[in-house]
């Protein structure tokens, strides 16, 4: 097992004889993390994804291509919720030739690209990518002018569980809520930055504190 940290990215190793897994952490706040996001977006050899998400997993490219180049050639797995989510996929789409990625799995994943990455993702990962999306979650609706990849689980209001496959070029699927608009998306941003300069920095490092001690 080995921990990797570098910047704001966190990242867990961990192998066995027959596989690897490489889960990525979320934010440890949510409305900081989507106070400060934003749509940029910046090209890639595997498509058009999200500047910040790209430079995120780009902290620590480098020592987990080490870290899993020392493994060897087994089976890896790949996961991480919220934006850990987003990092899964990135990851993903850059170890697509380089190491063997049997399945992705991600919890309450927001948007990463643009169609040509769901293209490559889709095409490259054709039953192998299952992203987890609890009713009417914020974090997979943003940013705007991004869209999904992979076989949505989407759990409803009631708990009940739906199902769908977003092929490369299709409609998004009717269980999942569509992506905010523009407008919605500053909404969101503006009422999350009042809040955040309403709040004592004193405060705030107690709030994380306490969601710590909950996590643990």
Not at 153 to 161: A, C, M, P, S, T
Not at 188 to 207: C, F, I, Q, V, Y
Request: charged letters at 25%.
């Amino acid at each position: 097992c080995e921990f990797i940290e570098a910047a704001d990215t966190q990242c867990f190793v961990a192998s066995s004889p027959a596989a690897i897994v490489a889960a990525f952490r979320g934010t440890e706040s949510i409305a900081d993390w989507l106070a400060d996001l934003n749509a940029v977006s910046t090209r890639t050899p595997y498509g058009t994804v999200h500047r910040g998400f790209y430079h995120a997993f780009g902290d620590v490219r480098e020592q987990l291509r080490r870290v899993l180049s020392a493994l060897g050639r087994r089976p890896i797995l790949i996961t991480g919720h919220s934006l850990g989510g987003a990092l899964a996929a990135i990851a993903a789409a850059e170890w697509r030739d380089a190491f063997p990625v049997r399945f992705i799995y991600t919890c309450g994943q927001p948007r990463v690209g643009r169609s040509d990455f769901e293209t490559v993702i889709n095409e490259r990962y054709t039953g192998a990518f299952f992203r987890f999306v609890n009713n009417r979650d914020i974090v997979p609706r943003v940013p705007p002018g991004y869209r999904h990849a992979g076989r949505l689980f989407h759990f409803d209001r009631e708990g009940g569980l739906e199902s769908s496959l977003e092929a490369a070029g299709s409609a998004l699927s009717e269980t999942e809520p569509p992506a905010l608009t523009v407008e919605e998306f500053d909404s969101l941003r503006a009422g999350l930055l009042e809040a955040r300069a309403r709040t004592a920095p004193g405060e705030r490092t107690k709030m994380r504190a306490q969601s710590e001690d909950l996590e643990a």
